[in-house]
């Protein structure tokens, strides 16, 4: 059991040692990510029929997701039940049966264990024991729910179903996005040199996004002047942010002096990158989803892509960022969304700088691991608000983590 | 082989405008409709679209120049071009098509010096009235990119 103190403000202050302690980072993929929690694995567009297969992951733990011959999706751990080596080296494809390199044990598509290699020796010689039981270690089979052709596993038989657990105060936000099958357009792995937590508090932090995002706010394309707000579940878990498609004509930036504010002389040149087809009829222009524990949703205009966010230590995390449209774009969508991506990802107009800020933070806190931030934006509350000059889903994730953690 | 000096001229060029900071000439290695992208040889491989970055005319490509300069914040950081084994075929009188290997090196103002990025150029390019880049496509040999990709590569 760890032996932490939580400041005593409470929701308005993070201590650092969170972003930097060895056993808390152990503690949290046993409590959260192997624990009572949904995490995401993969779309189901990226498994193309029976037998079709992907790996991915679940905190640290490597994960197996596949179709079975009937083309049910069953997602279990990347680890043979012999010595523990990876059961599955591609990436992606497709295959009969799974067959661990080392010594040849094989694996069904639901990761049962099929077959191990001279069981009974040979010639009445070797082999294992009568009573010898190998499915002892065998890899641990996740619970699998899709939603809208997101892939999500746990580990845990107590979390209720992903419904449930998302809520509805953020699932109508999910599903207004996942309307029809998907396509995937393309993926990329962005490194980040930090801690997982300070990238899923970035992300659903309302109150950086265009003050640290300098193209929004040039282009008066998100400005916390424009109509927008925040619905953060109950447990504080997950949330949703979303700014309505209107060009502000207000001037607050400039007034207030701020270094993100708009110049007359800085226009673009080709501004057709952000011609918006509002798509899903609801004139809303920017929508950025987190579930808990590493899931993102976004949508930036006709940009759409689910980023998981995948801890490698106390000070690395792999955003794995996969794009993608609906199977029934037409070319002049696709086009949309292929400029759009300029918006997005390590070389995002509107995302690179995350990848700095939040590694800025790892950096800074470096010798205060006793300090704490300040996260006192919109007061103590814990919710939904119709401002995103809040840091209330920040508070929401600490209240969260805080729960799975009993800390 | 003519042309063949006047092509690895270009692509060294090029890289010492990006290495040297001199970003408002990077525009100006294509043509006027130029094409520029950068994509995964994993992407490329399965047939996806999506690039990491995507300009196609010289107004895109000076807005992304404009935007690292007025907008994106990143810190300070240079790269090193290695261009090399460049192998090129006439398409016609007036256009080259190049491939060409490239490692960059990635140094930050604290002297960490990382290899960011290795990859092929693929190019189409136009020899007259001077040679310039019609299209430039990056293909990243990783899917994997530290941190941010700002300067172009």
């Known amino acids: ?77 990347n680890r043979c039940a012999h010595r523990g080596a990876l059961i599955c080296m591609q990436s992606r494809g497709r295959a009969e049966r799974f067959t661990c390199i080392y010594h040849n044990w094989t694996y069904d598509h639901a990761g049962n264990l099929a077959g191990v290699a001279f069981r ?117 878990a997950h949330h949703c942010t979303f700014t309505e498609m209107v060009e502000d004509q207000g001037d607050a930036y400039e007034k207030g002096g701020m270094r993100s504010a708009g110049s007359a002389d800085f226009k673009l040149e080709a501004p057709e990158i952000l011609d918006q087809a509002d798509e899903f009829g609801d004139r809303v222009a920017i929508q950025i989803l987190s579930l808990f524990p590493g899931f993102v949703l976004h949508q930036i205009r006709n940009s759409l892509a689910a980023r998981q966010v995948v801890p490698k230590g106390v000070d690395r995390t792999e955003l794995h ?58 007061g103590e509350a814990i919710g939904s608000q119709d401002s995103r000059i809040t840091e209330t889903a920040v508070r929401g994730l600490w209240k969260a983590w805080r729960k799975h953690m009993s800390i | 082989m003519s042309f063949q000096r006047e092509i690895e001229n270009l692509h060294s060029r090029y890289a010492h405008a990006l290495d040297d900071d001199r970003l408002e000439e990077w525009p100006n290695f294509f043509t006027e409709n130029g094409v520029y992208r950068i994509a995964t040889a994993e992407n490329e491989e399965r047939g996806l679209p999506i690039p990491v970055l995507y300009a196609e005319g010289r107004p895109m490509l000076r807005d992304r120049v404009a935007s690292l300069r007025n907008a994106n914040i990143y810190e300070p950081q240079r790269y090193r071009h290695m261009v090399s084994s460049v192998l090129m075929e006439k398409l016609d009188e007036k256009k080259i098509k190049s491939v060409a290997n490239f490692l960059v090196v990635r140094i930050m103002q604290d002297g960490g010096a990382l290899l960011f990025a290795s990859g092929r150029y693929l190019d189409r390019i136009v020899l007259a009235p001077q040679p310039l880049y019609e299209e430039r496509v990056v293909i990243c040999d990783s899917r994997r990119f530290d941190t941010l990709l700002a300067i172009p590569l």
């Open chain 1, 1 to 77: 059991m760890l032996q932490k103190s939580w400041p005593v403000e409470g929701a308005t202050r993070v201590p650092y040692w969170v972003y930097q302690d060895a056993d808390v980072y152990q503690e949290e993929q046993a409590r959260i990510f192997r624990g009572p929690t949904w995490n995401y694995l993969c779309l189901e567009a990226e498994l193309a029929g029976p037998k079709s297969f992907l790996t991915t992951f679940v905190g640290d733990m490597p994960v197996v997701v596949a179709r079975d011959p009937k083309g049910e999706l069953h997602a279990f751990e």
């Open chain 1, 120 to 236: 009974n020796g040979i010639g009445g010689k070797g082999g294992m024991p009568a009573d010898a039981k190998p499915e002892s270690q065998a890899p641990k089979q996740l619970r699998v729910e899709a939603i809208g052709g997101l892939v999500f596993g746990s580990l845990s038989s107590d979390v209720s179903s992903l419904k449930n657990y998302i809520g509805p105060e953020v699932l109508p936000r999910l599903q207004r996005v996942l309307t029809r099958p998907l396509k995937v357009l393309g993926s990329y792995t962005q490194v980040l040199p930090n801690n997982w937590k300070l990238y899923m508090d970035n992300v659903k932090d309302t109150y950086h996004a265009s003050l640290l995002h300098l193209f929004f706010t040039r282009f008066r394309i998100n400005r916390l002047t424009q109509k927008g707000g925040v619905f953060v579940s109950k447990d504080g």
């Open chain 1, 321 to 378: 960022w996969t794009l993608f449209g609906f199977a029934d774009d037409d070319a002049a969508m696709t086009r949309r969304r292929m400029l759009q991506a300029n918006l997005v990802g390590p070389a995002g107009y509107i995302s690179m700088e995350d990848g700095a800020a939040t590694g800025f933070v790892q950096r800074g806190v470096a010798g205060a691991p006793e300090r704490a931030s300040v996260i006192e934006m919109g």
